[in-house]
């Protein structure tokens, strides 16, 4: 963090504002790698603290007349029926969970720094702060034991799974660490979360002698169930309750010993609060209400329950009585900071003087991220650990915006989706600043290459993040991003569609931006699907082949689905696909079903550019695309927008379709023909006819040439607000002009021409490998869609292709062949093997066919 504050400090000569061209440097790394969890976009948000503008725990005094609570990545004190907050701590890092000691002496709390979370011990009489655990795991969770002398916490330190440890604190120090619950691994297979299991979520008994906790101990789905365990005697475990939980269960027994409190959404598709016994005995629901309430903790006197909630959308604190239901909000209206601090107006605007909504990044010499205080901020999920300690926090701002930032050097960064250029200013501030314009200008295609406009075909309103997303604010937020169309993606997590209320089958124009509803089947043994624009129902059951449950059966497949989907007259991709090329020989599982159904005609499209590696994408699309399957490319984000830490934003991966955004079927349309092409920031423009032709085709288009063959003139252009290592002209998956770059990496405009004598596709490609702190993804990548080029009596001839997608539902038919158990039927099982034979028999005539 030293490090951060000093170069800040010495790039900051003068207030000025220019175009971001800051070049691509190394590799990004995941936030919090050192957990081996899978699945780190599940636990992170769902499990690990995040920087929020309201608060996010809280903790009481022994008295019950203050609290303290995390808020703005600090901790603050307030008094109960106060509207002012004293700032207790300002990092180095972000300062979490907070808990205060029985004795009234110390709070103890998580620090997020150098991509760690440790334990920080506070002295409430003096302010001193000693670091209690060191090193690079994750220690969260810290739980005071009621007498005052030990601990229960969260650690990764057990080979990167989370595990329950107890420790005493002697001498404002840790001693005798003991593991509880740590390491052990369940028989049950499992997609979502590891083979060892995790114990999470501690709080302890009245007298202290056993801990309250979350584990997933043979458990198939979900985060796990409540158990009880001994602290002297750790193999004495019971299970309370059966709870299927996403990480914030929190069990919290009341100081009487009977009544153990805790967050669930049993047959809802939000967190409320519940009631049982020490013995799980019939849970009874506390609170109700169509959004989270999360963080419950007891007073000490039983009398009240203090929780956070959702349901204005941000993070807010409420106290309820336990009888009676009334409810007080804790507003910090006053805050006092422990360092100046020095209110930041923000303005956004064209290069035209129009005012635009985009993105924000405010970066202090303190090495912290800041943003208003009504504010929504979201996290990166991945950082570049050579430049910084921590990853990027943004904010939306409509506009215009103001905020609290330290006296000093700050750092702003904004941007307004891929059309406009992104501007950067340092400057000091002053006990008065003056308001700071931002001027983003707009860069755009030769109108030559027609008219887009831009869709993310893949998001998440809400799944399970900390925040309540509205179909009004994702508008807002998607505007700010540049974005014309949102494709709002219903789905399971577990037991739950949190969206399935938002489903109809019109749109909703907000803020000019069209919003639609669709659907995300889910299985992850065939590979996930969207349905976009149905036109009647969603489909159901949402998901099929979870092991270990009713719906362990295979069937229904993908095609199953497909078909239904397309009764509807919805347009089917496959999405987020390999995050590594498909190997037939290769050991282990091989059950993706997008080759049966690219193959018979049930997949429209695929997302090319998306939650996955865009490039190993790119080599399996390019093979269907040469067996001749008119197989488009899509894009989406999968972005979680209720998340406080998320891959997006909304708009990160984004399709550019020459479509009306509020005509469904000229929509589809474009889609299904791939009229445009799909980027996370480049745009690409790409033009394509026969040289004695008039008239040039786009991606989509088909080129038609005699017999002989042809010249064809390919007109190509690049405008990108990030820059592009390699521009490329790629025709049956191999590579045929490159387009130096090294002069200009941010725009192009290119004639080349190429003698074609066989049928097959054109298409352009920008790529940048090395990471931009810019674009939120893996690295920089924008393909078109293909322009097809007809020959005369030359079909598209792969048999290399045709055999690998042969040997990969060999593959499909092997492992369908050990799912005996797993089938309702036999007819199920029937059913997929003649599917599985009708495409291979497919194939074999490409294979066998004479070019």
């Given at each position: 963090m030293k490090k951060l504050s000093s170069m800040v400090v010495f790039i900051i000569v003068m207030m000025t504002v220019f175009v971001v061209r800051v070049e691509a440097e190394t590799q990004r790394t995941p936030v919090m790698a050192q957990v081996a969890h899978p699945h780190n976009y599940y636990w992170r948000e769902m499990y690990l603290p995040q920087l929020t503008s309201g608060p996010s725990a809280a903790s009481y005094a022994p008295s019950g007349e203050t609290i303290v609570y995390s808020m703005q990545g600090s901790l603050w004190r307030q008094d109960m029926g106060s509207d002012t907050a004293y700032q207790l701590t300002k990092g180095p890092g972000y300062d979490y969970q907070p808990d205060w000691s029985p004795d009234g002496r110390f709070i103890i709390f998580t620090r997020q720094y150098e991509n760690a979370l440790n334990l920080i011990l506070y002295n409430v009489e003096t302010g001193q702060e000693t670091p209690l655990t060191r090193g690079t795991s994750v220690n969260v969770e810290p739980r005071w034991s009621p007498d005052s002398t030990?601990?229960?916490?969260?650690?990764?330190?057990?080979?990167?799974?989370?595990?329950?440890?107890?420790?005493?604190?002697?001498?404002?120090?840790?001693?005798?660490?003991?593991?509880?619950?740590?390491?052990?691994?369940?028989?049950?297979?499992?997609?979502?979360?590891?083979?060892?299991?995790?114990?999470?979520?501690?709080?302890?008994?009245?007298?202290?002698?056993?801990?309250?906790?979350?584990?997933?101990?043979?458990?198939?789905?979900?985060?796990?169930?409540?158990?009880s365990v001994s602290v002297k005697n750790p193999q004495d475990r019971v299970r309370v309750l059966v709870e299927e939980t996403t990480w914030s269960a929190r069990p919290e027994l009341a100081h009487d010993g009977k009544r153990l409190l805790f967050s669930s959404y049993e047959g809802r598709q939000w967190h409320q609060l519940w009631l049982t016994t020490t013995q799980g005995l019939s849970p009874l629901p506390l609170t109700f209400g169509d959004y989270d309430i999360k963080m419950a903790r007891w007073s000490p006197a039983d009398k009240h329950i203090l929780y956070v909630s959702n349901e204005t959308g941000g993070l807010e604190l409420w106290q309820q009585t336990v009888v009676?239901?009334?409810?007080?909000?804790?507003?910090?209206?006053?805050?006092?900071?422990?360092?100046?601090?020095?209110?930041?107006?923000?303005?956004?605007?064209?290069?035209?003087?129009?005012?635009?909504?985009?993105?924000?990044?405010?970066?202090?010499?303190?090495?912290?991220?800041?943003?208003?205080?009504?504010?929504?901020?979201?996290?990166?999920?991945?950082?570049?650990?050579?430049?910084?300690?921590?990853?990027?926090?943004?904010?939306?701002?409509?506009?215009?915006?103001?905020?609290?930032?330290?006296?000093?050097?700050?750092?702003?960064?904004?941007?307004?989706?891929?059309?406009?250029?992104?501007?950067?200013?340092?400057?000091?501030?002053?006990?008065?600043?003056?308001?700071?314009?931002?001027?983003?200008?707009?860069?755009?295609?030769?109108?030559?290459?027609?008219?887009?406009?831009?869709?993310?075909?893949?998001?998440?309103?809400?799944?399970?993040?900390?925040?309540?997303?509205?179909?009004?604010?994702?508008?807002?937020?998607?505007?700010?991003?540049?974005?014309?169309?949102?494709?709002?993606?219903?789905?399971?997590?577990?037991?739950?569609?949190?969206?399935?209320?938002?489903?109809?089958?019109?749109?909703?124009?907000?803020?000019?931006?069209?919003?639609?509803?669709?659907?995300?089947?889910?299985?992850?043994?065939?590979?996930?699907?969207?349905?976009?624009?149905?036109?009647?129902?969603?489909?159901?059951?949402?998901?099929?082949?979870?092991?270990?449950?009713?719906?362990?059966?295979?069937?229904?497949?993908?095609?199953?689905?497909?078909?239904?989907?397309?009764?509807?007259?919805?347009?089917v991709g496959y999405v987020h696909p390999f995050d590594s090329m498909p190997d037939p020989s290769a050991s282990g599982r091989l059950s993706h079903s997008l080759p049966l159904d690219v193959i018979q005609g049930r997949a429209d499209f695929l997302e090319v550019v998306s939650f996955a590696d865009h490039q190993e994408t790119a080599k399996v699309w390019y093979k269907f695309l040469n067996l001749g399957y008119h197989l488009a490319a899509g894009a989406g984000t999968d972005a979680m927008t209720n998340y406080a830490s998320l891959r997006g934003p909304v708009g990160l991966n984004r399709a550019y379709l020459q479509a009306d955004p509020n005509n469904p079927s000229s929509l589809k349309h474009a889609i299904k023909l791939g009229n445009g092409y799909v980027t996370n920031g480049p745009q690409l423009g790409l033009l394509v006819k026969e040289k004695q032709q008039e008239n040039a085709v786009g991606s989509g288009g088909e080129v038609t040439l005699p017999e002989q063959g042809g010249e064809l003139e390919i007109h190509l252009a690049l405008r990108s607000f990030v820059p592009v290592e390699r521009l490329e002209v790629v025709q049956n998956g191999k590579v045929i002009h490159r387009v130096d770059m090294t002069k200009n990496k941010y725009q192009a405009d290119v004639d080349v021409n190429v003698p074609v004598k066989v049928s097959g596709w054109i298409l352009l490609r920008a790529v940048n490998e090395n990471e931009h702190p810019l674009v939120q993804d893996l690295y920089t990548y924008a393909t078109t869609n293909p322009v097809w080029i007809n020959v005369e009596n030359k079909p598209q001839y792969a048999p290399e292709d045709a055999r690998y997608f042969i040997d990969w539902i060999d593959r499909i038919k092997d492992h369908i062949e050990t799912r005996d158990d797993d089938f309702n039927a036999a007819w199920e099982k029937e059913v997929i093997l003649t599917d599985i034979d009708q495409a291979k028999a497919v194939l074999q005539e490409k294979l066998n066919a004479i070019p």
């Open positions: 030990k601990i229960a916490y969260i650690s990764s330190k057990e080979k990167g799974y989370f595990g329950l440890y107890v420790a005493e604190i002697k001498q404002q120090k840790m001693e005798n660490i003991r593991p509880i619950v740590v390491g052990h691994k369940s028989e049950r297979d499992r997609y979502y979360y590891s083979e060892t299991d995790h114990a999470i979520n501690p709080s302890w008994s009245p007298d202290g002698s056993r801990l309250y906790y979350v584990s997933n101990d043979e458990v198939a789905w979900g985060s796990g169930d409540i158990w009676g239901g009334a409810r007080q909000k804790i507003t910090a209206t006053n805050k006092v900071y422990k360092s100046p601090m020095v209110s930041l107006q923000i303005s956004l605007q064209d290069d035209k003087a129009i005012g635009l909504d985009g993105r924000v990044m405010v970066l202090a010499s303190d090495g912290r991220h800041y943003a208003p205080t009504n504010s929504r901020i979201h996290g990166d999920d991945y950082f570049n650990e050579k430049k910084t300690s921590h990853e990027n926090h943004y904010f939306h701002c409509f506009k215009s915006c103001i905020l609290d930032v330290p006296k000093g050097d700050v750092v702003i960064t904004a941007m307004s989706g891929f059309s406009h250029n992104s501007a950067l200013k340092k400057m000091t501030t002053e006990a008065t600043t003056e308001p700071v314009n931002l001027t983003l200008s707009q860069i755009k295609l030769p109108d030559e290459f027609g008219q887009y406009i831009s869709a993310d075909m893949h998001v998440h309103m809400n799944y399970g993040g900390q925040y309540k997303q509205t179909v009004a604010r994702l508008a807002k937020q998607a505007k700010a991003e540049g974005l014309d169309v949102v494709y709002n993606l219903l789905v399971n997590k577990e037991q739950r569609i949190p969206d399935i209320s938002q489903f109809k089958t019109t749109s909703d124009l907000l803020d000019g931006v069209t919003i639609y509803q669709a659907q995300e089947y889910h299985t992850s043994y065939w590979g996930h699907m969207s349905f976009l624009h149905l036109n009647d129902h969603l489909l159901t059951p949402d998901f099929a082949s979870y092991r270990h449950t009713a719906l362990a059966s295979p069937y229904p497949t993908n095609g199953v689905m497909s078909d239904l989907a397309h009764d509807q007259g919805a347009v």
